[in-house]
């Protein structure tokens, strides 16, 4: 046994620890970990409350989220410590599947080799190698987990035992809610091959033993469905007829793919106009005919039976019933622990037929050897697709047709790696597609308007505005359209329009930060300063750890005259991302040159003017003007002058005539022992 554990270890990192060299990918893995200012700060007390009061990704997955924070307080946001950690709980599932299964039907090679299939199967990829979908690692964990304790309490029954099966229940489902079916599959695993299934009387009381499991399971689907986003029920809901079809051919799809997974991709877009009659036809004789066969054959090969309900009952809440996703028909992460159903029902079924005979059982040796052999070639195949980015969507461009959505998930990819033109030939192409893709015009917008503010280039931000306005026609209610097009028109100059859209946004939803902080600094640009410092509160108050936010507000303060609140403010800012040498430079810049001697500290003035040269490499003009202050103030005034002198230097060289004229004044001032005092610059 130690030997197939060892074996399965082996196998699992011979297809994922490849993931170790992989990036984040943008598919919820922004929102989940490497964008999430809560999660990338690592554990503490109150990221653990705010783990268990926020949904992630439109799921309420609290065990999930404190495993990511945990990940970013051992490796930060290096991916690949991310993706190793998803190796490891996978490599354990496998191992675990083996040992609960060996414990279940006393088989060793028929649970090795559904653990090693489980093990290497590509459609483990997706789970494996997507840093976001470590909630299927680690409530599958707990899932497996939780059928053992069941199986060491039916042999030994007591209270203790029933509450471990209770707990690790509770822990899976605080990872992920899909297995909320586990007390379906006990009941499966009642039957067979636990044998505690003798008549309908019996079947009752083992009902009413599950009562707690089901009852959480209730309680958690319940939760689930009041997270906002996870159950589709706007213009994107299919009809109920349309998602019964869909339900069936998925059945079907998924387990072609269970015996060849060619094809796989990380979404599979909803046919058009629904599933055509002859495939949901065929589909449902087919899922009919072996449900039919199973049940007949039941007494000969109850694992058949068992691992067939398994696969339909687990995939039940994401099968489309209920409808989950917008754009996509299925996913290959679902099938995480439904086809172990399959893979059951598979390997007893075919062991059963070869037991018998010698020759048999040698060609069922080798059918298996090569077909895990196969596995692990095609396994380590798909997992590397999802390196980054740009190769997960151009493999799923390559497996599906007039995909629009992929088109934009693929463009926001290259803009990330600064491929901005090629971004902007995809985003046109999905348009080209579906010209009312949201998604695909606010991107193209928010790209043509970097690309234009960088390069002073009038014409892509008209073009960025022309883009907002359309899908504003599409959908006027779109916070986010409101807010970019707002950004556009700021970066265009035109700041009285900007506002209205911030103002606009903030009527679709009074609690958009970023709005509010881009509203607050448009007020303070055109003197508004008491309304700036309500909207920027009001920020503070709904992201208390927005360093932006905070870095505005000193500004207003400091054109307000209220020196205190800006050094408050600045200092609040640099308490959340130290790193920030705009901010050093201007707390520095009052703690050495305010008339307010009380409020003034040349130590720290210095240490942070020096943090902001060194941050910028000691070529900023301003940074070195405030490092030659923060000099003075701390009566170094040798070293004020001639840095000083450097700034001078620096500021002819770069024709600023108005920092020159300053600097010239201020470096007299040094060269006499003489401190600067100026509260603004």
Not at 337 to 359: F, S, Y
Request: net charge neutral; hydrophobic share 50%; aromatic share 10%.
């Amino acid at each position: 046994m130690v030997g197939v554990c060892v074996f399965l270890v082996l196998a699992v990192l011979v297809v994922f620890a490849q993931t170790a060299r992989f990036q984040f990918v943008n598919y919820d893995d922004e929102e989940s970990v490497y964008s999430n200012p809560v999660v990338a700060q690592g554990l503490s007390i109150q990221a653990v409350g705010w783990a268990f009061t926020h949904a992630q990704t439109s799921n309420w997955i609290p065990l999930s989220t404190l495993s990511h924070m945990l990940d970013c307080q051992l490796f930060g946001l290096n991916a690949g410590g991310h993706h190793l950690v998803n190796v490891l709980w996978h490599a354990a599932n496998a191992v675990l599947l083996f040992l609960v299964l060996r414990q279940m039907t006393g088989s060793l090679w028929r649970s090795a080799f559904v653990a090693a299939v489980f093990a290497v199967h590509p459609l483990r990829a997706e789970s494996v190698a997507w840093v976001s979908e470590r909630k299927d690692v680690m409530s599958g964990f707990f899932f497996i987990l939780a059928i053992g304790a069941y199986v060491r309490y039916v042999r030994r029954p007591s209270g203790a035992g029933y509450s471990a099966v209770v707990l690790l229940f509770v822990a899976g489902l605080l990872a992920k809610s899909m297995v909320a079916t586990l007390p379906f599959v006990l009941l499966l695993l009642d039957y067979w091959p636990l044998g505690r299934f003798s008549d309908w009387q019996r079947f009752g009381a083992l009902v009413r033993e599950k009562i707690p499991l089901f009852a959480l399971s209730a309680a958690s689907c319940a939760t689930a469905a009041l997270v906002p986003g996870l159950i589709i029920t706007d213009s994107h809901r299919l009809s109920l007829l349309e998602r019964i079809a869909n339900a069936l051919v998925s059945y079907v799809v998924y387990l072609r793919q269970m015996i060849f997974p060619a094809g796989l991709a990380p979404v599979y877009p909803i046919i058009p106009n629904g599933q055509p009659p002859p495939r949901v036809c065929a589909a449902f004789l087919l899922v009919g005919a072996t449900s039919a066969l199973v049940v007949a054959w039941r007494k000969q090969h109850p694992g058949l039976l068992i691992g067939w309900l398994w696969y339909l009952g687990m995939l039940f809440p994401v099968i489309g019933i209920i409808q989950i996703s917008s754009d996509a028909s299925h996913a290959d992460r679902y099938t995480y622990l439904p086809e172990i159903g399959l893979a059951i029902a598979g390997t007893w079924a075919v062991a059963d037929w070869g037991v018998r005979r010698e020759h048999r059982r040698v060609i069922l040796v080798l059918l298996m050897a090569t077909a895990f052999g196969a596995l692990i070639g095609c396994g380590y195949h798909q997992t590397s697709y999802w390196r980054t980015g740009e190769s997960l969507w151009t493999r799923e461009l390559a497996c599906t047709s007039d995909n629009s959505t992929a088109h934009v998930y693929l463009g926001a990819a290259l803009a990330r790696e600064g491929k901005s033109e090629l971004a902007i030939e995809q985003y046109r192409m999905a348009l080209a597609i579906a010209p009312d893709n949201l998604a695909a015009l606010n991107n193209l917008g928010t790209t043509l308007a970097s690309e234009g503010t960088a390069a002073a280039n009038h014409t892509k931000v008209q073009q960025a505005i022309a883009c907002f306005r359309n899908a504003l026609q599409i959908d006027p209610a779109s916070k986010v359209t409101h807010y970019n097009l707002g950004v556009a028109l700021a970066s265009n100059g035109e700041m009285g329009a900007a506002m209205v859209q911030y103002r606009q946004a903030l009527v679709i939803d009074p609690d958009f930060a970023d709005a509010h902080l881009n509203l607050g600094n448009a007020l303070r640009k055109s003197g508004q300063l008491d309304e700036a410092i309500t909207h920027l509160r009001k920020v503070v108050k709904i992201k208390p750890d927005y360093a932006t936010a905070y870095s505005t507000l000193g500004l207003v303060f400091l054109e307000r005259g209220n020196v205190q609140e800006a050094i408050d403010s600045w200092k609040q800012a640099l308490g959340i991302k130290p790193d920030q040498a705009d901010v050093q430079n201007n707390l520095a810049w009052l703690l050495a040159t305010t008339p307010e001697g009380s409020l003034r500290d040349g130590a720290k003035a210095v240490a942070l003017a020096e943090q902001a040269n060194h941050l910028s490499r000691g070529g900023n003009l301003k940074i070195l003007r405030t490092l030659a202050a923060a000099y003075a103030e701390a009566g170094r005034f040798g070293d004020a002058a001639a840095t000083a002198r450097r700034a001078l230097e620096l500021g002819v060289a770069q024709k600023n005539h108005d920092l020159t004229a300053a600097l010239q004044k201020e470096m007299s001032l040094y060269e006499a022992n003489t401190p600067m005092r100026d509260a603004t610059k």
